[in-house]
């Protein structure tokens, strides 16, 4: 006769460790501002799979520049799939350290200041965090790809070359990242004009630069 005793006990299997990353809307999300605001709120359902989030606890992330270091973010679990979900505010990418603010701030040293990667680097709120030229080049080679170049130029084909009197003048050749600077000269010369260029709810500025061409193309997962 078995013993009952050592019969292991009924227990619930737990939920998959994925994370999925959803970033608030732009409704959500607007400004910076909006974020900080509006950082207990929690969206309640998946858009995917149209099942309820309940909250599931909350964590800090880092997403240093100027004014932030770490940054509280929330976590849900959804009733339908038991996956976990984490709420990213749009200025913070997932696995990240670094905000897109910093990004961007490097990107405008870079092309308009002609600094060298050294010299980008972004101000940062921790000193101890100041990002070394080989993370700034990390940034930029993950910009640098010619479908995004094609994207932009889908959105402005008047522009699908690079303006005169844009050429680089920092000490690296244009080679190091030849379709990010093709992009960058595109922004700056819409910058310089003052035109008003809209992605989503926001305007495209140096502080938003970074943002804007990361949503030139889907987050790879």
């Not at 019969?7 to 994925?18: F, G, S």
């Not at 696995?95 to 040293?109: D, E, K, P, V, W």
């Not at 943002?211 to 790879?220: A, E, V």
Request: proline share 9%.
């Amino acid at each position: 006769m078995p013993d009952r005793q050592n019969k292991p006990p009924n227990v619930e299997p737990p939920h998959p460790a994925v994370i999925l990353f959803i970033p608030p809307s732009a409704a959500q999300d607007s400004t910076e501002a909006d974020w900080a605001a509006g950082a207990g709120r929690l969206l309640r359902q998946r858009p995917d799979c149209l099942s309820a989030i309940i909250g599931h606890g909350r964590r800090r992330k880092q997403a240093h520049d100027e004014n932030h270091d770490w940054i509280g973010i929330r976590r849900g679990l959804c009733k339908g799939c038991r996956k976990t979900v984490t709420f990213l505010p749009s200025f913070s990418l997932p696995y990240t350290h670094y905000s897109l603010i910093a990004r961007g701030q490097a990107l405008q040293r870079y092309y308009e200041q002609h600094c060298s990667l050294d010299d980008a680097a972004p101000l940062v709120k921790d000193p101890n965090r100041v990002p070394v030229a080989s993370t700034v080049g990390r940034w930029f080679h993950s910009l640098d790809s010619e479908e995004r170049w094609n994207s932009l130029r889908f959105l402005r084909p008047h522009t699908s070359s690079t303006p005169p009197g844009c050429a680089p003048r920092s000490r690296y050749a244009a080679a190091a990242f030849p379709f990010l600077r093709k992009m960058l000269a595109v922004l700056g010369q819409w910058l310089a004009r003052s035109e008003t260029v809209r992605y989503g709810l926001r305007v495209l500025s140096w502080q938003t630069a970074a943002h804007f061409l990361h949503t030139l193309l889907p987050l790879r997962r």
